[in-house]
Structures are given as C-alpha cells and as structure tokens.
C-alpha cells in the first residue's frame, strides 16, 4: 500500500513515462505529488443541456457520441480529431487539432462530459475546440455532495498545476485523486491551538480542498492556511537563526573613519544620505563580537554595490578577507569590475570565482563569485566578511554554507571534533573560531516595515534615495503605428554618441496539443531557451536588414558560453557595437554607463519586476535616458503597463502591482525571483503580523520545539529544503 513516502517509481499505477517529466517538476514521492499545488482553476460549474448552450459561454455538457471524425484541415493540412455529441436536446461537435491518438479513444456510443468555451463552428453552428473532456462513468449522477466528483477533468473547479514538457494538469489531476487518500490522517505540523484560533482546517482535509474544491471561497481559505504555515516555519527557522547566530563570536571589526573619508573623497560622485547612513549602520555593526546579520535593500540603481564596498575595504584594512557572492556569472563579473575599479586605489587585491572563470591573486583580499564560492575545495585564510547579492536568489544551505563554523582546519589539525553533524562545504579558517559578519543585498522593493516582519532574522538598511547625478528614465508605450518615429528617435540618439538595448519579448510555454517544433528528448525549458535564441537571431536580422542597416547590432542570449557572453558585452561596454539585442539575460548584472536607450518588444508579456529591472539597464550615465515598451502587434496598453510609465522607483512599483493584480500574481512569480509565499504575505500584512507573534509565543513556550513534535520534524524538513526561487 502507497504511503506519503512512497517513491512514485514503485507505483505500478504510475506510468514509466512521465517518471522524467515528475523529476523535473521535483516530483519523486506520493507527498511530493500532494503538495504540488494548483496555480489557478478553470471553472466548470456551469453545466448545461446542449440545446441550451450559448455563443461565448465556458460550459460543460454530457451527452452520447453519435459520430467519431479524423481528418487534416484544408489549409494547413493539420490533422484534426472530431466527434458529436447529442443529448435529448441537441447535439454539438468538437474538434482537437494535433491528437489524432485521441480517435482511438472515442467510440460512438460511448458517454462523454465536455467543458470548455463555446465558439461558432465553421459550418455556422455552435462546437468546442481542443476541450476537456473525460468519460462517464456514472451517466447522470448528481455531484454536489461530493467532494472529489467522479468527473475531476470537466466538472466544478478544474485544477490547473504548474507543468513541464510531456506532463499536462490532466495527468496531475488524475494522479493527484489516485493517491489522494494517502493523506487520510497525516501529521500535521500546525497545534491544534493555533488551527482552532485561526479557523483552519487539519492539513489533509486542506489538500483535499485544494486540489478539488467546492468553491473558490473554500479553496482561498486552504491556500491561506499552508501559506500560514510556510510563514510560520520561515519565522521559526529566522529566529532560530539569530538566536544560534547570538551564541557565536564574529571578530571585531573597527570602523576606520579615516579611510572611509578618503573611500567617499575618490569617488567620482556624491554618496547620498541613505547610502551615508547604511554605511555607518553597517560599520557600526562589525565593530560587535557578534555576528552582524544585516539585509541593504534599495532600488535599481541605489546604490549598494558601493555601500558594499565601503564594508569590504574596511574589513580588508583591518586583516580580514571578504566573499561576494552573486547568484549569476554575468552579475558577479559585473560586481568584480566595479570593486576592482575603486578598491584596487587602495592596494585591496581581488579574485574572481565562477564555474567557468578563475582570476586569483596570490593573496586576495576580496573574493568575488558565484556559486562556487562554496566548493569544497574554496578556503579563506581570514574571512571577516560576507556579501550576497540578490539574497533571495539563494537556497538557505547555500546561504549558511558562507556562515558555518564547523569544519575548522586548525581544529582538524589537531584532531579534534573531525565528526560533523553538516555537510559543511565552506571552510572558514580563523584560529579563534569566529564566524564572519553577513550582509546580504536585495532590489526587490519590499516596504520597510514587511521586510522588517518577513525577514525577521535580519537588521535592516534602507537605500531609499537615488543617486543626485542621475536623471530619471523617461519611459513611453509605443503603440505600432508609432514605430517609425521611434526608430528614428534610437538612431539620433545613437549618432550623438549613445548606445541601445532591444530586449526580445518572453517566450511562453507552448499549449497542450501545440504543433511540436522540436525534436524529441528536448525539456520544455531547453525549448524555451532555443525559441528565444530564435527570436534574438531573427530580431537582430531584421533589425539589420530592414531597420538599422548603418548600425553595428551584436546580439546576447543564454544559450551563448560565458566567456562569448563577457566577450559581447566587453564589446559593447567599449562601444564596439550600437546595439545589443537580447533575451532577458541582461536582467540584472550588465552596467554600461553609456547606454541610454531600453527598448523591451512584448512589453505586456513581462513582470513588471522584470520591466523595472530592465528599464534601470539604463540611466546609469549622465545623459537623459529612455525606456519605450513596446507591445505586440495585438498587445494594447494595460494598466501594468501604464503603472511602469507613471511609476519612477520599485517600491511605488510594488505597490501599484498589487493593488492591480493583488497577491497570487503580484510582480509576476515566474519572472521576478521572489518566493510566491514572500509576494502572497505583502498583500496580507495582518497574517504576517500574527505568524510573526505566533512564532515568537511558539519558541517562548517551548524554544527547542520539543512540545510540538510534529511541528519540529517539518521545520527541519523545511530548513533542508527551502529557497526562495
């Protein structure tokens, strides 16, 4: 019998073929597949007789095939499946395009239930294209007592799940309601206190919920309640975290005001007040023997990679080394020119460590990289220091790799405490067994007082100005038949000495039963990549050919090796091209002062995280900058669109966002970064404010959560697991 432990691969009921798109989805056991959660529902509720359809309505019918069809259509010679449906009242047709598989499982005489949106067929009548469907078991019977209806594909809520290539919400649904009664009385993490306070179910009846709801009211109170409890858990791990951060000594750092003078003096711009004030709180902090534990937030373009700077050198000049982190080669390569650019006056040496590039002096001072930072095989001589950028981007092992102090070199020089209970990866070499001061940075524009409540475990700095010599970004929706004028906008613009970015829009996944334009055995996400790829090859083209054919266009997408990517942006950096087409692989790291022009083509299809980002690749010089978003041929301009145009900073952005869309799509989960759960808690203030005490009673009352056994095991399950991405 399947338990939620129970690895999908011993399932006879689970079909070997979709076993690779599951681990794709990181989908291995029966609880896994649990808690894979809807991302919407298509609503089905609305059944009716056939003769009582209408034009335009979603609706779900049952009737009886009287006729199975396959044939190609006239003009594109696409195969085609299509059947009628008759019931007492009338009769329907459907079509499915690309599923000739789909006739073999049609019989006439059979009983079929079909949802989906009425449309006019070519013939003049009423028909569904591509619809649900789904056999019926029992003709007839009357579902709303039930739960889980005996129709889980075209009846009530649908759920629509997160998918990848060969693996549809259709085979989720139907493995979801196999394996469903597994969660028939599992341990539930929340005390039944707490649930009974907050009016929440116990979490198998919420799964049940969840996945086949009633109504959208009892679906929103389940979601509500497991978000709770991911609050809950990232509160208890976060003040876990400082209390055991509290216990352990960090090495004094003085804050040598000297050298921040003459820091701030070289500079070829004025600090602001906030960069000014997060330098002192940072400094104050490191001159604690405990461990600084400090969040700088601030907007595109604040200001932190200086503030950062400032940290390192001082805790360079008092003997210490400093690890910079960045989440992406292209960021981390960016962040080494800058620190190299205005540390090395001060003879601090500097390295750079990526999976694909290694630059390393003798004796660094500051070691700037990526994930490979916390190799095995990476020591530090005197770590006093450590900066992560874009935090969020970070697993929680990941970003405690560059804390923990278990695996000591001088102890295991002597023999002593060789055994660990971690699997530590990030050697930190000091004789007096300190662990370093942690500044982690973020643009992600998360009010003070939210981030204050969601990061519970970390001070707070706020880069709330933006630097004086810059201009604000003009930003405009450049509808279609205004593209003429503003191509030959770019190229003035580009004659008097700028430069210009043409971000090609996002691709989307392509729908169930698309036309295949890949070959066999390629992931969903490699076809993404190379359809964008496409899109960059085909822009530049044309640009070329037919628009800027006096211009030098170099183009950049993920599918280029890092060193090709440094090399096209070197070139760009020095000027060697006027245009740099690309995917949005130039979100976040890429600095070219000299850039003035963003032009993002499908503007409507990013988040507008995305959008901000993007828009803050420019004004980074002391020229006028502009941003024109330009919409789709059958785009128009949106609310979202118009918010980007009248919105200047992230944190205005953020909250324009959410009062247009509200938390389930706020900044757009799949573009932005941000954990789902932080996007969902900044609609919901009021729920962060109650885990928050909720979790602080919870330690108060038993602080090794040993009264709340079933709580315990899933914080450390939690604790093993969670990122942010």
């Known amino acids: 019998m399947a338990t939620l432990a129970t690895s999908l691969e011993q399932l006879p009921r689970v079909s070997r073929k979709i076993l690779p798109a599951l681990k794709r989805l990181g989908i291995a056991t029966v609880r896994d597949l649990l808690f894979h959660l809807p991302m919407r529902y298509d609503d089905f509720s609305n059944e009716k007789m056939i003769g009582d359809v209408r034009l335009g309505e979603q609706v779900s019918v049952a009737g009886m095939i009287r006729r199975v069809r396959v044939g190609r259509t006239a003009k594109k010679h696409m195969g085609l499946t299509e059947i009628t449906l008759e019931d007492e009242t009338g009769e329907i047709s459907a079509v499915w395009f690309h599923q000739p598989f789909l006739a073999r499982s049609f019989k006439e005489g059979m009983r079929l239930r079909l949802a989906g949106r009425i449309v006019q067929s070519p013939s003049g009548g009423l028909s569904f294209t591509n619809p649900a469907h789904e056999r019926l078991t029992v003709f007839g019977t009357n579902r709303a007592d039930s739960l889980a209806p005996a129709e889980i594909h075209t009846s009530g809520l649908v759920a629509i799940y997160p998918e990848t290539e060969g693996l549809s919400s259709r085979w989720l649904r139907y493995l979801v309601k196999t394996f469903l009664e597994c969660s028939y009385g599992m341990p539930d993490p929340l005390p039944e206190d707490l649930r009974t306070r907050h009016g929440f179910s116990a979490l198998d009846e919420v799964l049940r919920t969840i996945h086949f709801p009633k109504n959208l009211t009892a679906a929103a109170l389940a979601r509500r309640r497991l978000l709770y409890e991911k609050l809950l858990l990232f509160q208890l791990m976060a003040l876990k975290e400082r209390s055991r951060l509290k216990q352990y000594p960090a090495p004094p750092i003085p804050a040598d005001v000297e050298i921040l003078k003459k820091f701030t003096s070289s500079l070829p711009f004025s600090l602001t007040n906030a960069q000014r004030r997060s330098i002192a709180e940072i400094t104050r902090d490191m001159e604690k023997s405990k461990p600084m534990n400090r969040l700088l937030e601030g907007d595109v373009g604040s200001g932190k990679t200086v503030v950062a700077a400032a940290a390192a050198l001082v805790a360079v000049r008092a003997g210490y080394q400093v690890a910079f982190m960045a989440p992406t080669e292209i960021l981390a390569r960016q962040h080494f020119i800058t620190l190299e650019k205005i540390l090395t006056p001060f003879n601090v040496h500097l390295a750079l460590m990526t999976s694909s590039e290694r630059r390393r002096p003798p004796a660094a001072h500051v070691i700037v990289g990526t994930h490979a930072l916390i190799q095995k095989n990476v020591r530090f001589r005197s770590l006093g220091l450590v900066v992560v950028d874009e935090q969020h981007r970070f697993g929680v092992a990941q970003r405690a790799a560059l804390l923990k102090k278990e695996e000591l070199r001088s102890k295991n020089d002597k023999g002593e405490n060789k055994s660990s209970n971690h699997s530590t990866s990030f050697k930190i070499l000091h004789s007096e067994f300190l662990i370093p001061h942690f500044l982690s940075m973020s643009a992600t524009p998360i009010p003070r007082t939210m981030a204050l409540t969601i990061y519970g475990d970390l001070d707070l700095s706020l880069l709330d100005e933006m630097p004086a010599a810059r201009k604000g970004v003009k930003t405009e929706i450049v509808p279609p038949g205004d593209r003429a004028r503003m191509y030959e906008f770019i190229r003035q613009e580009i004659k008097r000495g700028g430069q210009a970015f043409v971000v090609c829009p996002r691709i989307d996944p392509p729908e169930e039963g698309g036309e295949a334009t890949f070959r066999t055995g390629v992931t969903g996400q490699q076809k993404l990549i190379m359809a964008e790829v496409k899109t960059v090859i085909k822009e530049r083209d044309r640009l070329a050919r037919e628009i800027f054919p006096d211009l030098r266009i170099a183009m950049l997408h993920g599918k280029l090796k890092p060193a090709e990517k ?63 978003l330009a919409p789709t041929e059958d785009g128009t301009e949106t609310r979202r669109l118009r918010a980007v145009v009248e919105c200047t900073n992230g944190f205005e952005l953020a909250e324009k966002d959410l009062a247009i869309r509200g938390a389930g799509e706020l900044f757009g989960t799949r573009q932005s970064g941000v954990s789902e759960e932080i996007l969902a808690a900044m609609s919901d203030p009021e729920l962060v404010r109650s885990v928050r005490a909720d979790a602080m009673g919870l330690i108060k009352k038993s602080p090794d959560l040993t009264t709340y056994p079933d709580l315990s095991r899933a914080l450390t399950v939690f604790e093993h697991g969670l990122h942010w991405e």
């Open 566 to 628: 440094e090399k096209t942006l070197a070139h760009f950096r020095d000027r060697a091209s006027d245009i740099l087409v690309a995917t949005s692989v130039i979100e976040v790291g890429v600095d070219i002062p000299n850039a003035t022009i963003m032009l993002i083509e499908g503007a409507e299809r990013f988040g507008l995280a995305q959008l901000h980002q993007f828009r803050g690749r420019v004004g980074r010089g002391r020229e006028q900058s502009y941003c024109f």
